[in-house]
């Protein structure tokens, strides 16, 4: 690390011949996901501290795999940044895939991988390779109990319930010295991670394991026990999506060292915007709070501005992380909004006037729902000032709100400005009795040194050539470095050709690649079998035992009797499909802890195909869905 300041493993004294380590800095992750080989670096060079990806198989996004070869690709590109690589194999496991999954595990690790994240436990009966394990949002963790029971077990780090407040993150800090990850933005599944079974229900699709047909975004009708009905097809059970970008402060506070962005199935234009607006987010915080850095290296110049508000996005909310407030729900549509533009003042015969601050462009998308509050898109054919001409205006009204959902400026940016990520790097120049000597030192206090032998030739023009020797050796192009210093140190000026320097700057360049990646140092941990006490009781299927291992897994740690997985079970009655801290009761003002004259009576949620029994517990402020079995 160099005398700017700039953020790496340790807070350095800058030298150009070494680095004194002087204090030890607590380390801030930024996670983002990776759909995909390009998203994975699209990523990397927009600021993600670690990137976590899919394996081919066994991930909970089931359409997000990868070849291990990819993985492999990912591996190497990111850790010459010193980013990590975090694998998903989070899904429940059947018995005759046991095999199949060890076998992955250990060509995962031979790609060199930082983590696999996961969910089921019988993973941990398995002869694993030294890789460190996390434990996924699938494994339910809201309790301080079962992030220690977790720590205990050999886990690395525990991506904590969604649902959780700064309070509870604190008592679960309290409590355990794990690492702790959690999700500051992107899409929320209504149920607490793990236990829902809606899907499997309704379609036949388990999201245990990684086909979740989505059901909580369709529309339902709300109906009293007495056949009243109260809503009629909204999207009752359809949450606005996570941003806590407000709240890093906050978290950081409370114990959180990993800061996680969902969309494992989102395009590279997603990745990059969002990763580089925690990232300038993060950052900020890391220059006034001297007491963290960033878990990784380099530089980077993004071209463009970030802002959330011009990704998908069905609205934003903090969710219960100050606890429980109002508007968290998207009822009236589960597809992007995007940002709020203005209202319709005039709908001519083939265009509309809107009145706005904001610049539209030909291309936009814009949405706004009708007088039935069903969402309509058009696309603009031309804008013309406030007077936008589209090809349909069927439904749209003066008084209607405009929101852009697609900034066409904003995407052909990210498309055509990509954003690189530089190392930091120092050059000295100096002469040897054979000819040359060029060593990098990059911000991490790496070297790289490439000695040339040449028969010395003193330059008739000192000046000329001095200058030559810098040039050259600043150019760095479209390499993984930018240069902060050159420092030249010759007894004389030498006339050294172009092609000379051309030759060394690129051999120095291709050997300190190597040299970075090949000075890595992941962590590895072997996870020890253990039999300390499980937490709770285990009395349904919502233990999520899919195989006999973690069958085993649960009796080595007090649990008997275990009852088998939904996913293995042979039939299934009006059980519980999902339990949610989303109330519907509360956010349609029927709460009756906060309207004396409401019931606290069960309610109805009807489909076209299913139908479900709503019970509220009011004690734990929780909603359960049971199955309603037609007859």
């Known amino acids: 690390m160099f005398a700017d300041g700039k953020p790496g493993l340790f807070f350095y004294k800058s030298s150009l011949f070494g680095c004194v380590m002087v204090q030890h800095k607590k380390e801030l992750e930024l996670l983002a996901p990776a759909k995909d080989l390009e998203c994975g670096i699209a990523a990397i060079d927009n600021g993600a501290d670690a990137v976590y990806i899919g394996a081919e198989k066994f991930g909970a996004r089931k359409e997000a795999g990868n070849t291990i070869h990819n993985i492999s690709k990912l591996v190497e590109y990111a850790h010459l940044f010193r980013v990590k690589v975090y694998v998903a194999i989070n899904t429940l496991i059947f018995d005759h895939e046991i095999k199949e999954v060890e076998k992955l595990i250990w060509d995962i690790y031979n790609t060199g991988a930082d983590a696999i994240i996961i969910q089921d436990m019988g993973i941990l009966q398995l002869n694993l390779p030294p890789i460190p394990l996390h434990a996924s949002t699938q494994t339910d963790n809201r309790t301080p109990a079962k992030v220690k029971f977790l720590e205990d077990t050999g886990f690395q780090q525990v991506v904590l319930a969604r649902e959780l407040t700064i309070n509870q993150i604190k008592e679960i800090r309290n409590s355990s010295t794990i690492p702790l990850e959690f999700f500051v933005h992107g899409a929320l599944c209504v149920s607490y991670s793990g236990n829902c079974y809606m899907s499997y229900l309704s379609s036949g699709r388990s999201a245990n394991r990684g086909e979740c047909s989505q059901p909580c975004r369709l529309k339902y009708s709300l109906v009293s026990p007495k056949g009243v009905l109260i809503e009629k097809y909204k999207h009752l059970l359809s949450l606005k999506d996570l941003n806590l970008s407000e709240k890093i402060n906050d978290l950081i506070d409370a114990g959180i060292t990993s800061f996680k962005i969902e969309g494992r199935l989102k395009d590279p234009g997603y990745i990059k915007n969002i990763t580089a607006f925690y990232r300038k987010t993060i950052d900020e915080i890391i220059n006034k709070r001297t007491e963290f850095i960033r878990s990784s290296s380099g530089q980077f110049n993004t071209y463009f501005q970030p802002a959330p508000i011009k990704s998908f996005s069905r609205g934003f909310s903090t969710y219960f992380l100050d606890g429980r407030q109002k508007g968290i729900w998207s009822m009236f549509t589960p597809k992007s909004i995007g940002e709020k533009i203005g209202k319709v003042i005039k709908v001519g015969k083939d265009h509309f006037l809107v009145q706005t601050n904001f610049k539209l462009n030909n291309g936009d998308g814009l949405c706004f729902f009708d007088r039935n509050m069903n969402l309509t898109g058009v696309k603009v054919d031309i804008s013309d000032g406030n007077k936008i001409f589209v090809s349909d205006l069927s439904g749209i009204f003066s008084g209607a709100t405009i929101y852009r959902n697609y900034d066409h400026g904003f995407n052909k940016e990210l498309e055509n400005k990509p954003s690189k990520r530089k190392i930091a790097i120092r050059i000295i120049f100096s002469e040897t009795n054979e000819g040359i000597k060029c060593q990098l030192i990059d911000e991490d206090g790496i070297k790289s040194t490439v000695d040339l032998s040449l ?71 072997k996870i020890e079998p253990t039999t300390h006490p499980y937490p709770y009781h285990l009395s349904s299927f919502e233990s999520n035992v899919t195989n006999r291992l973690a069958g085993e897994f649960y009796n080595n740690h007090g649990i008997k009797d275990i009852i088998p997985g939904l996913e293995i079970s042979l039939s299934m009655g009006n059980e519980k499909v999902m339990t949610t801290k989303h109330c519907i009761r509360y956010s349609s003002d029927l709460c009756p802890l906060e309207n004396s004259g409401t019931k606290p009576e069960d309610m109805v949620l009807k489909s076209n195909k299913n139908s479900y029994l709503l019970k509220f517990n009011c004690q734990k402020c929780e909603m359960e869905i049971y199955a309603i079995q037609k007859m």
């Open 455 to 525: 028969e010395k030739e003193i330059a008739q023009k000192p000046d000329k050539a001095l200058e030559q020797i810098k040039t050259q050796l600043t150019k760095w192009g479209n390499s993984p470095f930018v240069v902060q210093n050159i420092r030249i140190e010759l007894d004389n000026a030498l006339f050294i050709p172009l092609s000379v320097l051309n030759g060394l700057r690129r051999t120095l360049g291709e050997s300190h690649i190597k040299q970075r990646i090949n000075s890595y140092k992941r962590i590895e941990i």
